[in-house]
């Protein structure tokens, strides 16, 4: 055991942050306007935006939670991976042909082009929240491992606010500087980098457990904890066949398009043939990690005997600094944040880009070429690496699987923004009034949905009758979201007139066909 973080894993993990930073600033010396800055003239090879959308994704949370997901369960949320392929796959044949009619740089600007552009701004701004409460929990998963490094040294109030700035210093810099290209390509690395981190990590499991790793799997499969499939059909329990495959494509189908952070990296490839690659083959390469982060978990689950933790979050950290030898150690503390830089990089990156081309070129009336804009697409970046790092300084855990938190976040928004491309594309008749209408419904109910838990602790009178809303595993809010506010967008269509035959309407009409 090497009982701590020595010199050379600071050397390591220096040399890393250093190196990427340097990276990331280096690439971005030759940016021209805003579309340069946001999606690289679209000059980017498929298999490193492939990468970028598996970083992004990944993030420190795969790193950290998902191993404690099988340490303390099995390894059944390989069927909500599963499910992520099946989304992947739909919105590779729906949605991503209409990003590529045409030079759009969010995901956003189809539903202006459908609906009219308040839509588009109402959709953004939900994003925007969206995806600064999630990313600020990610950010708050990261300064976990990095908290056990320097707690020996640092009084433990700083302990997590210093973990937060590290992080987020490193990231803004080369973001800032290097924009999307800088963004995929360190992604590229970072990739590599945790992927290296998870196999080291499997060998010294396999290592430090008598027998290997076939004593390990023997006495998983006997305590039940390699069962995948879960055939049970409640909606109350996340990890089951039905919630994994179809709640997991729904949240697929979300985050990858109706998701401005995923969607601006596949608008970043050369072609749309390229980009179908990219997001079918990074559902693939996911399925892979998971499988990889899961078996970690049931590894560190023999190797600590079933010891109980209490924070499921904190037990690959606790191995990785307590077990692993010099230079390891760094190297996969490293990866970690390798992973969670990546999906900070890239929401700084979105955020900025909807923010710029969503409220305030319409606002201004200005183009992406024009003087200047380059320099306020930076100051957004800015702006929201400021709201990331304080939302993470406010957040607290309480024992809860931080994965579980931050896929509970983005589902009772996700569904409200799916709905409305759906709704685009299927009902010709529906209007700006009735997307609007339909996404607030959505999007309001399933926020009522979700924090009903916390209602009830806050109100105990109304536990009894929030109970059924608080068994609703989260899998199923997409689901739930999506269909509200397509129904409430589809009926509120029949209160008019059908509109004019417009571009628009002809969105509708070819995605019907």
């Known amino acids: 055991m090497s009982g701590g973080f020595t010199l050379l894993d600071w050397t390591v993990l220096v040399v890393y942050l250093l190196g990427t930073t340097a990276l990331g600033m280096w690439l971005g010396r030759d940016q021209k306007d805003a579309r340069d800055y946001f999606v690289a003239s679209q000059r980017i090879p498929w298999w490193a935006i492939l990468f970028s959308v598996v970083a992004t994704e990944t993030s420190a949370l795969t790193f950290i939670s998902i191993p ?23 919105i590779s044949y729906t949605l991503l042909p209409r990003y590529y009619q045409g030079e759009l740089v969010t995901a956003y600007a189809l539903l202006e082009k459908r609906f009219g552009l308040a839509t588009r701004r109402f959709a953004s701004v939900v994003f925007m929240v969206t995806r600064s409460f999630g990313d600020s929990v990610r950010v708050f998963a990261t300064a976990i491992p990095v908290a056990l490094i320097i707690g020996p040294v640092v009084p433990a109030q700083y302990v997590g606010p210093l973990s937060i ?5 490193f990231t803004v810099l080369y973001t800032y500087h290097g924009g999307m ?13 945790y ?23 023997d006495g998983a499969a006997a305590q039940g904890k390699l069962q995948i499939i879960d055939r049970y059909t409640g909606i109350d329990r996340p990890h089951t066949l039905w919630a994994g495959l179809i709640g997991g494509a729904f949240l697929s189908m979300a985050s990858h398009g109706a998701d401005q952070m995923i969607v601006q990296r596949l608008m970043a490839s050369g072609s749309l043939s390229d980009a179908r690659r990219s997001l079918i083959g990074s559902g693939v ?33 606790r191995f990785i600094v307590e077990v692993m030898p010099p230079g390891l150690t760094g190297l996969v503390i490293a990866a970690i944040l390798a992973a969670a830089m990546s999906t900070v990089s890239g929401a700084l990156n979105s955020l900025a880009a909807a923010t710029l081309h969503d409220l305030y070129l319409p606002l201004t009336g200005k183009r992406q070429d024009d003087p200047g804009v380059l320099r306020t697409s930076k100051l957004f970046t800015l702006i929201w690496a400021a709201v990331l790092i304080g939302g993470a300084m406010l957040y607290r855990n309480e024992g809860t699987p931080v994965v579980t938190i931050a896929l509970s976040i983005a589902s009772f928004t996700y ?3 799916l709905g409305a491309f ?23 109910i399933m926020t009522f949905v979700v924090f009903a838990k916390a209602i009830s602790g ?9 109970a059924p809303f608080v068994r609703i595993a989260w899998p199923w809010y997409v689901l739930i979201g999506t269909s509200l506010t397509f129904v409430t967008g589809w009926l509120l269509s029949f209160t008019h007139a059908a509109p004019a035959d417009s571009a628009g309407a002809s969105l509708a009409s070819r995605s019907a066909r």
Do not use: C, K
């Open 68 to 90: 404690g997901l099988a340490y303390v369960g099995n390894l059944s949320f390989l069927q909500v991976a599963a499910g992520y392929i099946l989304g992947r796959i739909v």
């Open 285 to 317: 390469v996911v399925l892979g990690q998971f499988l990889m982060f899961l078996l970690i978990g049931i590894g560190l689950h023999a190797y600590y005997a079933g010891e109980v933790f209490p924070r499921p979050d904190a037990i690959f950290p």
């Open 165 to 169: 700035l590290i992080l987020g210093a």
């Open 422 to 444: 759906f709704l685009a594309m299927l009902v010709a008749r529906a209007t700006q009034r009735d997307a609007i209408a339909g996404m607030a419904t959505g999007i309001g």
């Open 195 to 217: 992927l290296i981190g998870g196999v080291a990590a499997m060998w010294l499991l396999g290592n430090g457990v008598d027998g290997g790793w076939s004593a390990i799997l």
């Open 458 to 466: 806050w109100v105990p009178a109304l536990a009894p009758t929030l």
């Open 415 to 417: 569904g409200g923004l």
């Open 181 to 193: 290209r800088a963004v995929v390509w360190t992604d590229v690395l970072q990739t590599g980098v």
